[in-house]
């Protein structure tokens, strides 16, 4: 374990000067860039907006946090507080987090290498006047709640912020190619090492490293992974689902938007809340068993967001297939 020479003062003068407002919004942010909050951001591009633009920041968003993980368990930084025995009364997160993170490390912040290849990227594929305003104001807000709630120091977003600068440059520079490989695999091959590889890597990473709720994360972003994977390229033949929507007012655009988001949302809560009380229930999280059914608990959450709620959509009028 490293204990790196970051600057705890900025933090505890975040700590003294906090507010009951900005704590709730700062909180809203750190959640934004929780694993929840990507999942519905992502869902909603994809049901609402674009299917490929979603598919493409979800895996530059899995590289990056996979990377992220690897970082913080070579650098093992601690977190601000930990070692002090102080984070529980200084920290402004959820009681149910608290332990959690406290397990987990400092240095890179993931919120903040997360946001930066998340919204980055989808700038780049928008790359539009909104994109343009908004997106460095998510990347900055998502980063600075870190600090401000306690739980990061400050030079850890910035290098978070820059590693995750330069993954993007990285996969904009070879996504061509990465894409005219995935037009060229043999789909059940890929299918297949999408399981495979993933389960390996989680069980070398347990039995290397611990199977533990600081690589609990790491398991979340195997089973997206998977999940993406099969689903992708089921996707087309068995849906082909259209986002768009053909020329209707304003409001009824608005209407089948809310009841895109209420129903499937409700359906996806399903595998995501279900699963989980049913798996907790079997097996201890924190266990080779926990981290598969966890994996698999993710690959089933992604597989209904992809393929079983557009069927619903188009099943229900709520939207047409691709022609």
Known sequence: MVDLPW?????????QNRTD???NIFLF????????????????????????????????????LIFNQILKNIIQNPRPYV??????????????????TAHSFSTPSGHAQGSMT??????????????RIFTPIIIFLIGFSRPYLGVHYLEDIILGWIIGYIIVIIIGKYEI??????????????RVLSIIVPILFILTLGFTSGFETKNSTIVTLAGVFSGLVISITLEQKLVNFNPALSSISLTKRILNYIMRLALGFAVLSIPLFGLDTLFSSLVDDNSILGFLFRWLRY?????????????????????????
């Open 177 to 190: 190619t990465i894409a005219s490989k995935w037009d060229n695999a043999n789909v059940l091959y890929v």
């Open 21 to 23: 407002i900005l704590t």
């Open 299 to 323: 690959s089933i959450v992604t597989f209904f967001g992809i393929i079983v709620v557009p069927i619903l959509f188009i099943k229900l009028g709520l939207s047409d297939q691709s022609k």
């Open 118 to 131: 998340f919204w980055h990227y989808f700038h780049k594929q928008i790359n539009s006047k909104i994109t």
């Open 83 to 100: 070692n002090e025995n102080t984070y529980d009364e200084n920290w402004a997160i959820s009681e149910n987090d608290i332990e959690e």
């Open 29 to 64: 942010f750190t959640f934004l860039g929780d694993s929840l909050g990507y999942i519905i951001v992502v869902i909603t591009i994809y049901w609402l907006y674009d299917k490929k633009v979603a598919i493409k920041v979800t895996f530059a968003l899995i590289l990056s």
């Open 7 to 15: 600057n705890i003062n900025i933090i505890d003068w975040l700590l």
